[in-house]
């Protein structure tokens, strides 16, 4: 009895020790199996008396139960841990918030063109693209910069390889060609003027006036906290027959006072030069109140057109007069939201850019 018991006890830590169902099914073949420890007591009977064996037979069989009970539990018990297992794997959790497709906006320097193109849009005025990249007779040469001419220096200019002088062989250095450009296209539609320019008549007839932004991405050598080799600029140009610089004035205020949301805004015409217009003003404004009151912010060039320019674009001087205007999108921005480091709006970081949604 007390070697049934021991085998009892072995059986049942064989099973414990089984950590997964074919570990079980092999411990089960050492007791229970063909040639398992029960089974070959049982051969052992053969050669007993008759009540000899209703005794052992009683208590093998006992034994034998014992050994199927644990087995069945133990089975049950990594059937248990398996589902388990399979559970944890599988979970799910229902409170997680659900995914959601990810919302874009417009980048804050797209607001602020979308923004001057709607204020200047009700003022009558036109909206016009060009290439950036651009030839040198647009960007220099046909705005009254001559090759050997001084002013070129103040733009640290990217050539392109293949260019000539007046196919594309520059990134463009303001939107300041798209004067020539946009003038151009509207005087053709009014005059038999094939090619403006130099030696060619001028057109002197009727015409109504051109009104035009150019708004559009520009380039210079040029990097810092406040200069990016790609920056933004918008073109502004009105000529007629009778457009004067107090017009500018009063469009460009018109337009500083409504960008800014502030009537009480001031702006200054300061004295500068430009090749392309003359007499030439840097516009500074100035806020009545809030962090940067009482600085004086440039924000624009501007002019009155030159009459070589005006010749460029295939008009006659002597009739028609004008004024441009070309500002920086980019630091409008800046000092609308605050932005105090230029880098910001083009380093694509969606926390900074997220903020204006
Ligand atoms: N193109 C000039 C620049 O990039 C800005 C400018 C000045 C544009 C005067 C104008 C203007 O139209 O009249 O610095």
Known sequence: MIELTAIIDSAQDAFAGAITPAELENAKALFLGKSG???????????????????????????????????????????????????????????????????????????????????????????????????????????????????????????????????????????????IRYAVKHVKKYSNVVNAGEGQSLFSGEMPEIRVIAP????????????????????????GENVSFKDLKFVFTDFCRTFFENDDLVLRFRPSFFPFTEPSAEIDIQFPSGPLAGRWLEVAGSGQVHPNVIRNMGLDPEKYIGFAFGMGPDRLTMLRYGVNDLRLFFDGDIRFLSQFQ
């Open 37 to 179: 420890r029960i089974t070959e007591l049982m051969k052992g009977m053969a050669a007993l008396s008759v009540d000899e064996k209703k005794s052992r037979g009683a208590a093998i069989n006992f034994a034998k139960q014992s050994i199927e009970a644990a087995l069945n539990s133990r089975r049950q018990a990594l059937a248990d841990l398996e589902l388990q297992a399979q559970l944890r794997a599988e979970a799910l959790d229902v409170t997680l918030p659900g995914r959601q497709r990810g919302q874009g906006g417009l980048h804050p320097v797209s607001l602020t063109l979308e923004r001057i193109e709607s204020i200047f849009a009700s003022m009558g005025f036109d909206v016009a693209q060009g290439p950036e990249i651009e030839s040198d007779w647009f960007n220099f040469t046909a705005l009254n910069t001559p090759e050997d001419h001084p002013a070129r220096s103040m733009h640290d200019t990217f050539y392109v390889e293949g260019g000539s002088k007046t196919a594309p062989n520059l990134l463009r250095t303001h939107t300041s060609p798209m004067q």
């Open 216 to 239: 559009g991405r520009t380039y210079r050598v040029d990097s810092d906290a406040t200069h990016s080799p790609m920056f933004h600029q918008c073109e502004g140009l009105w000529v």
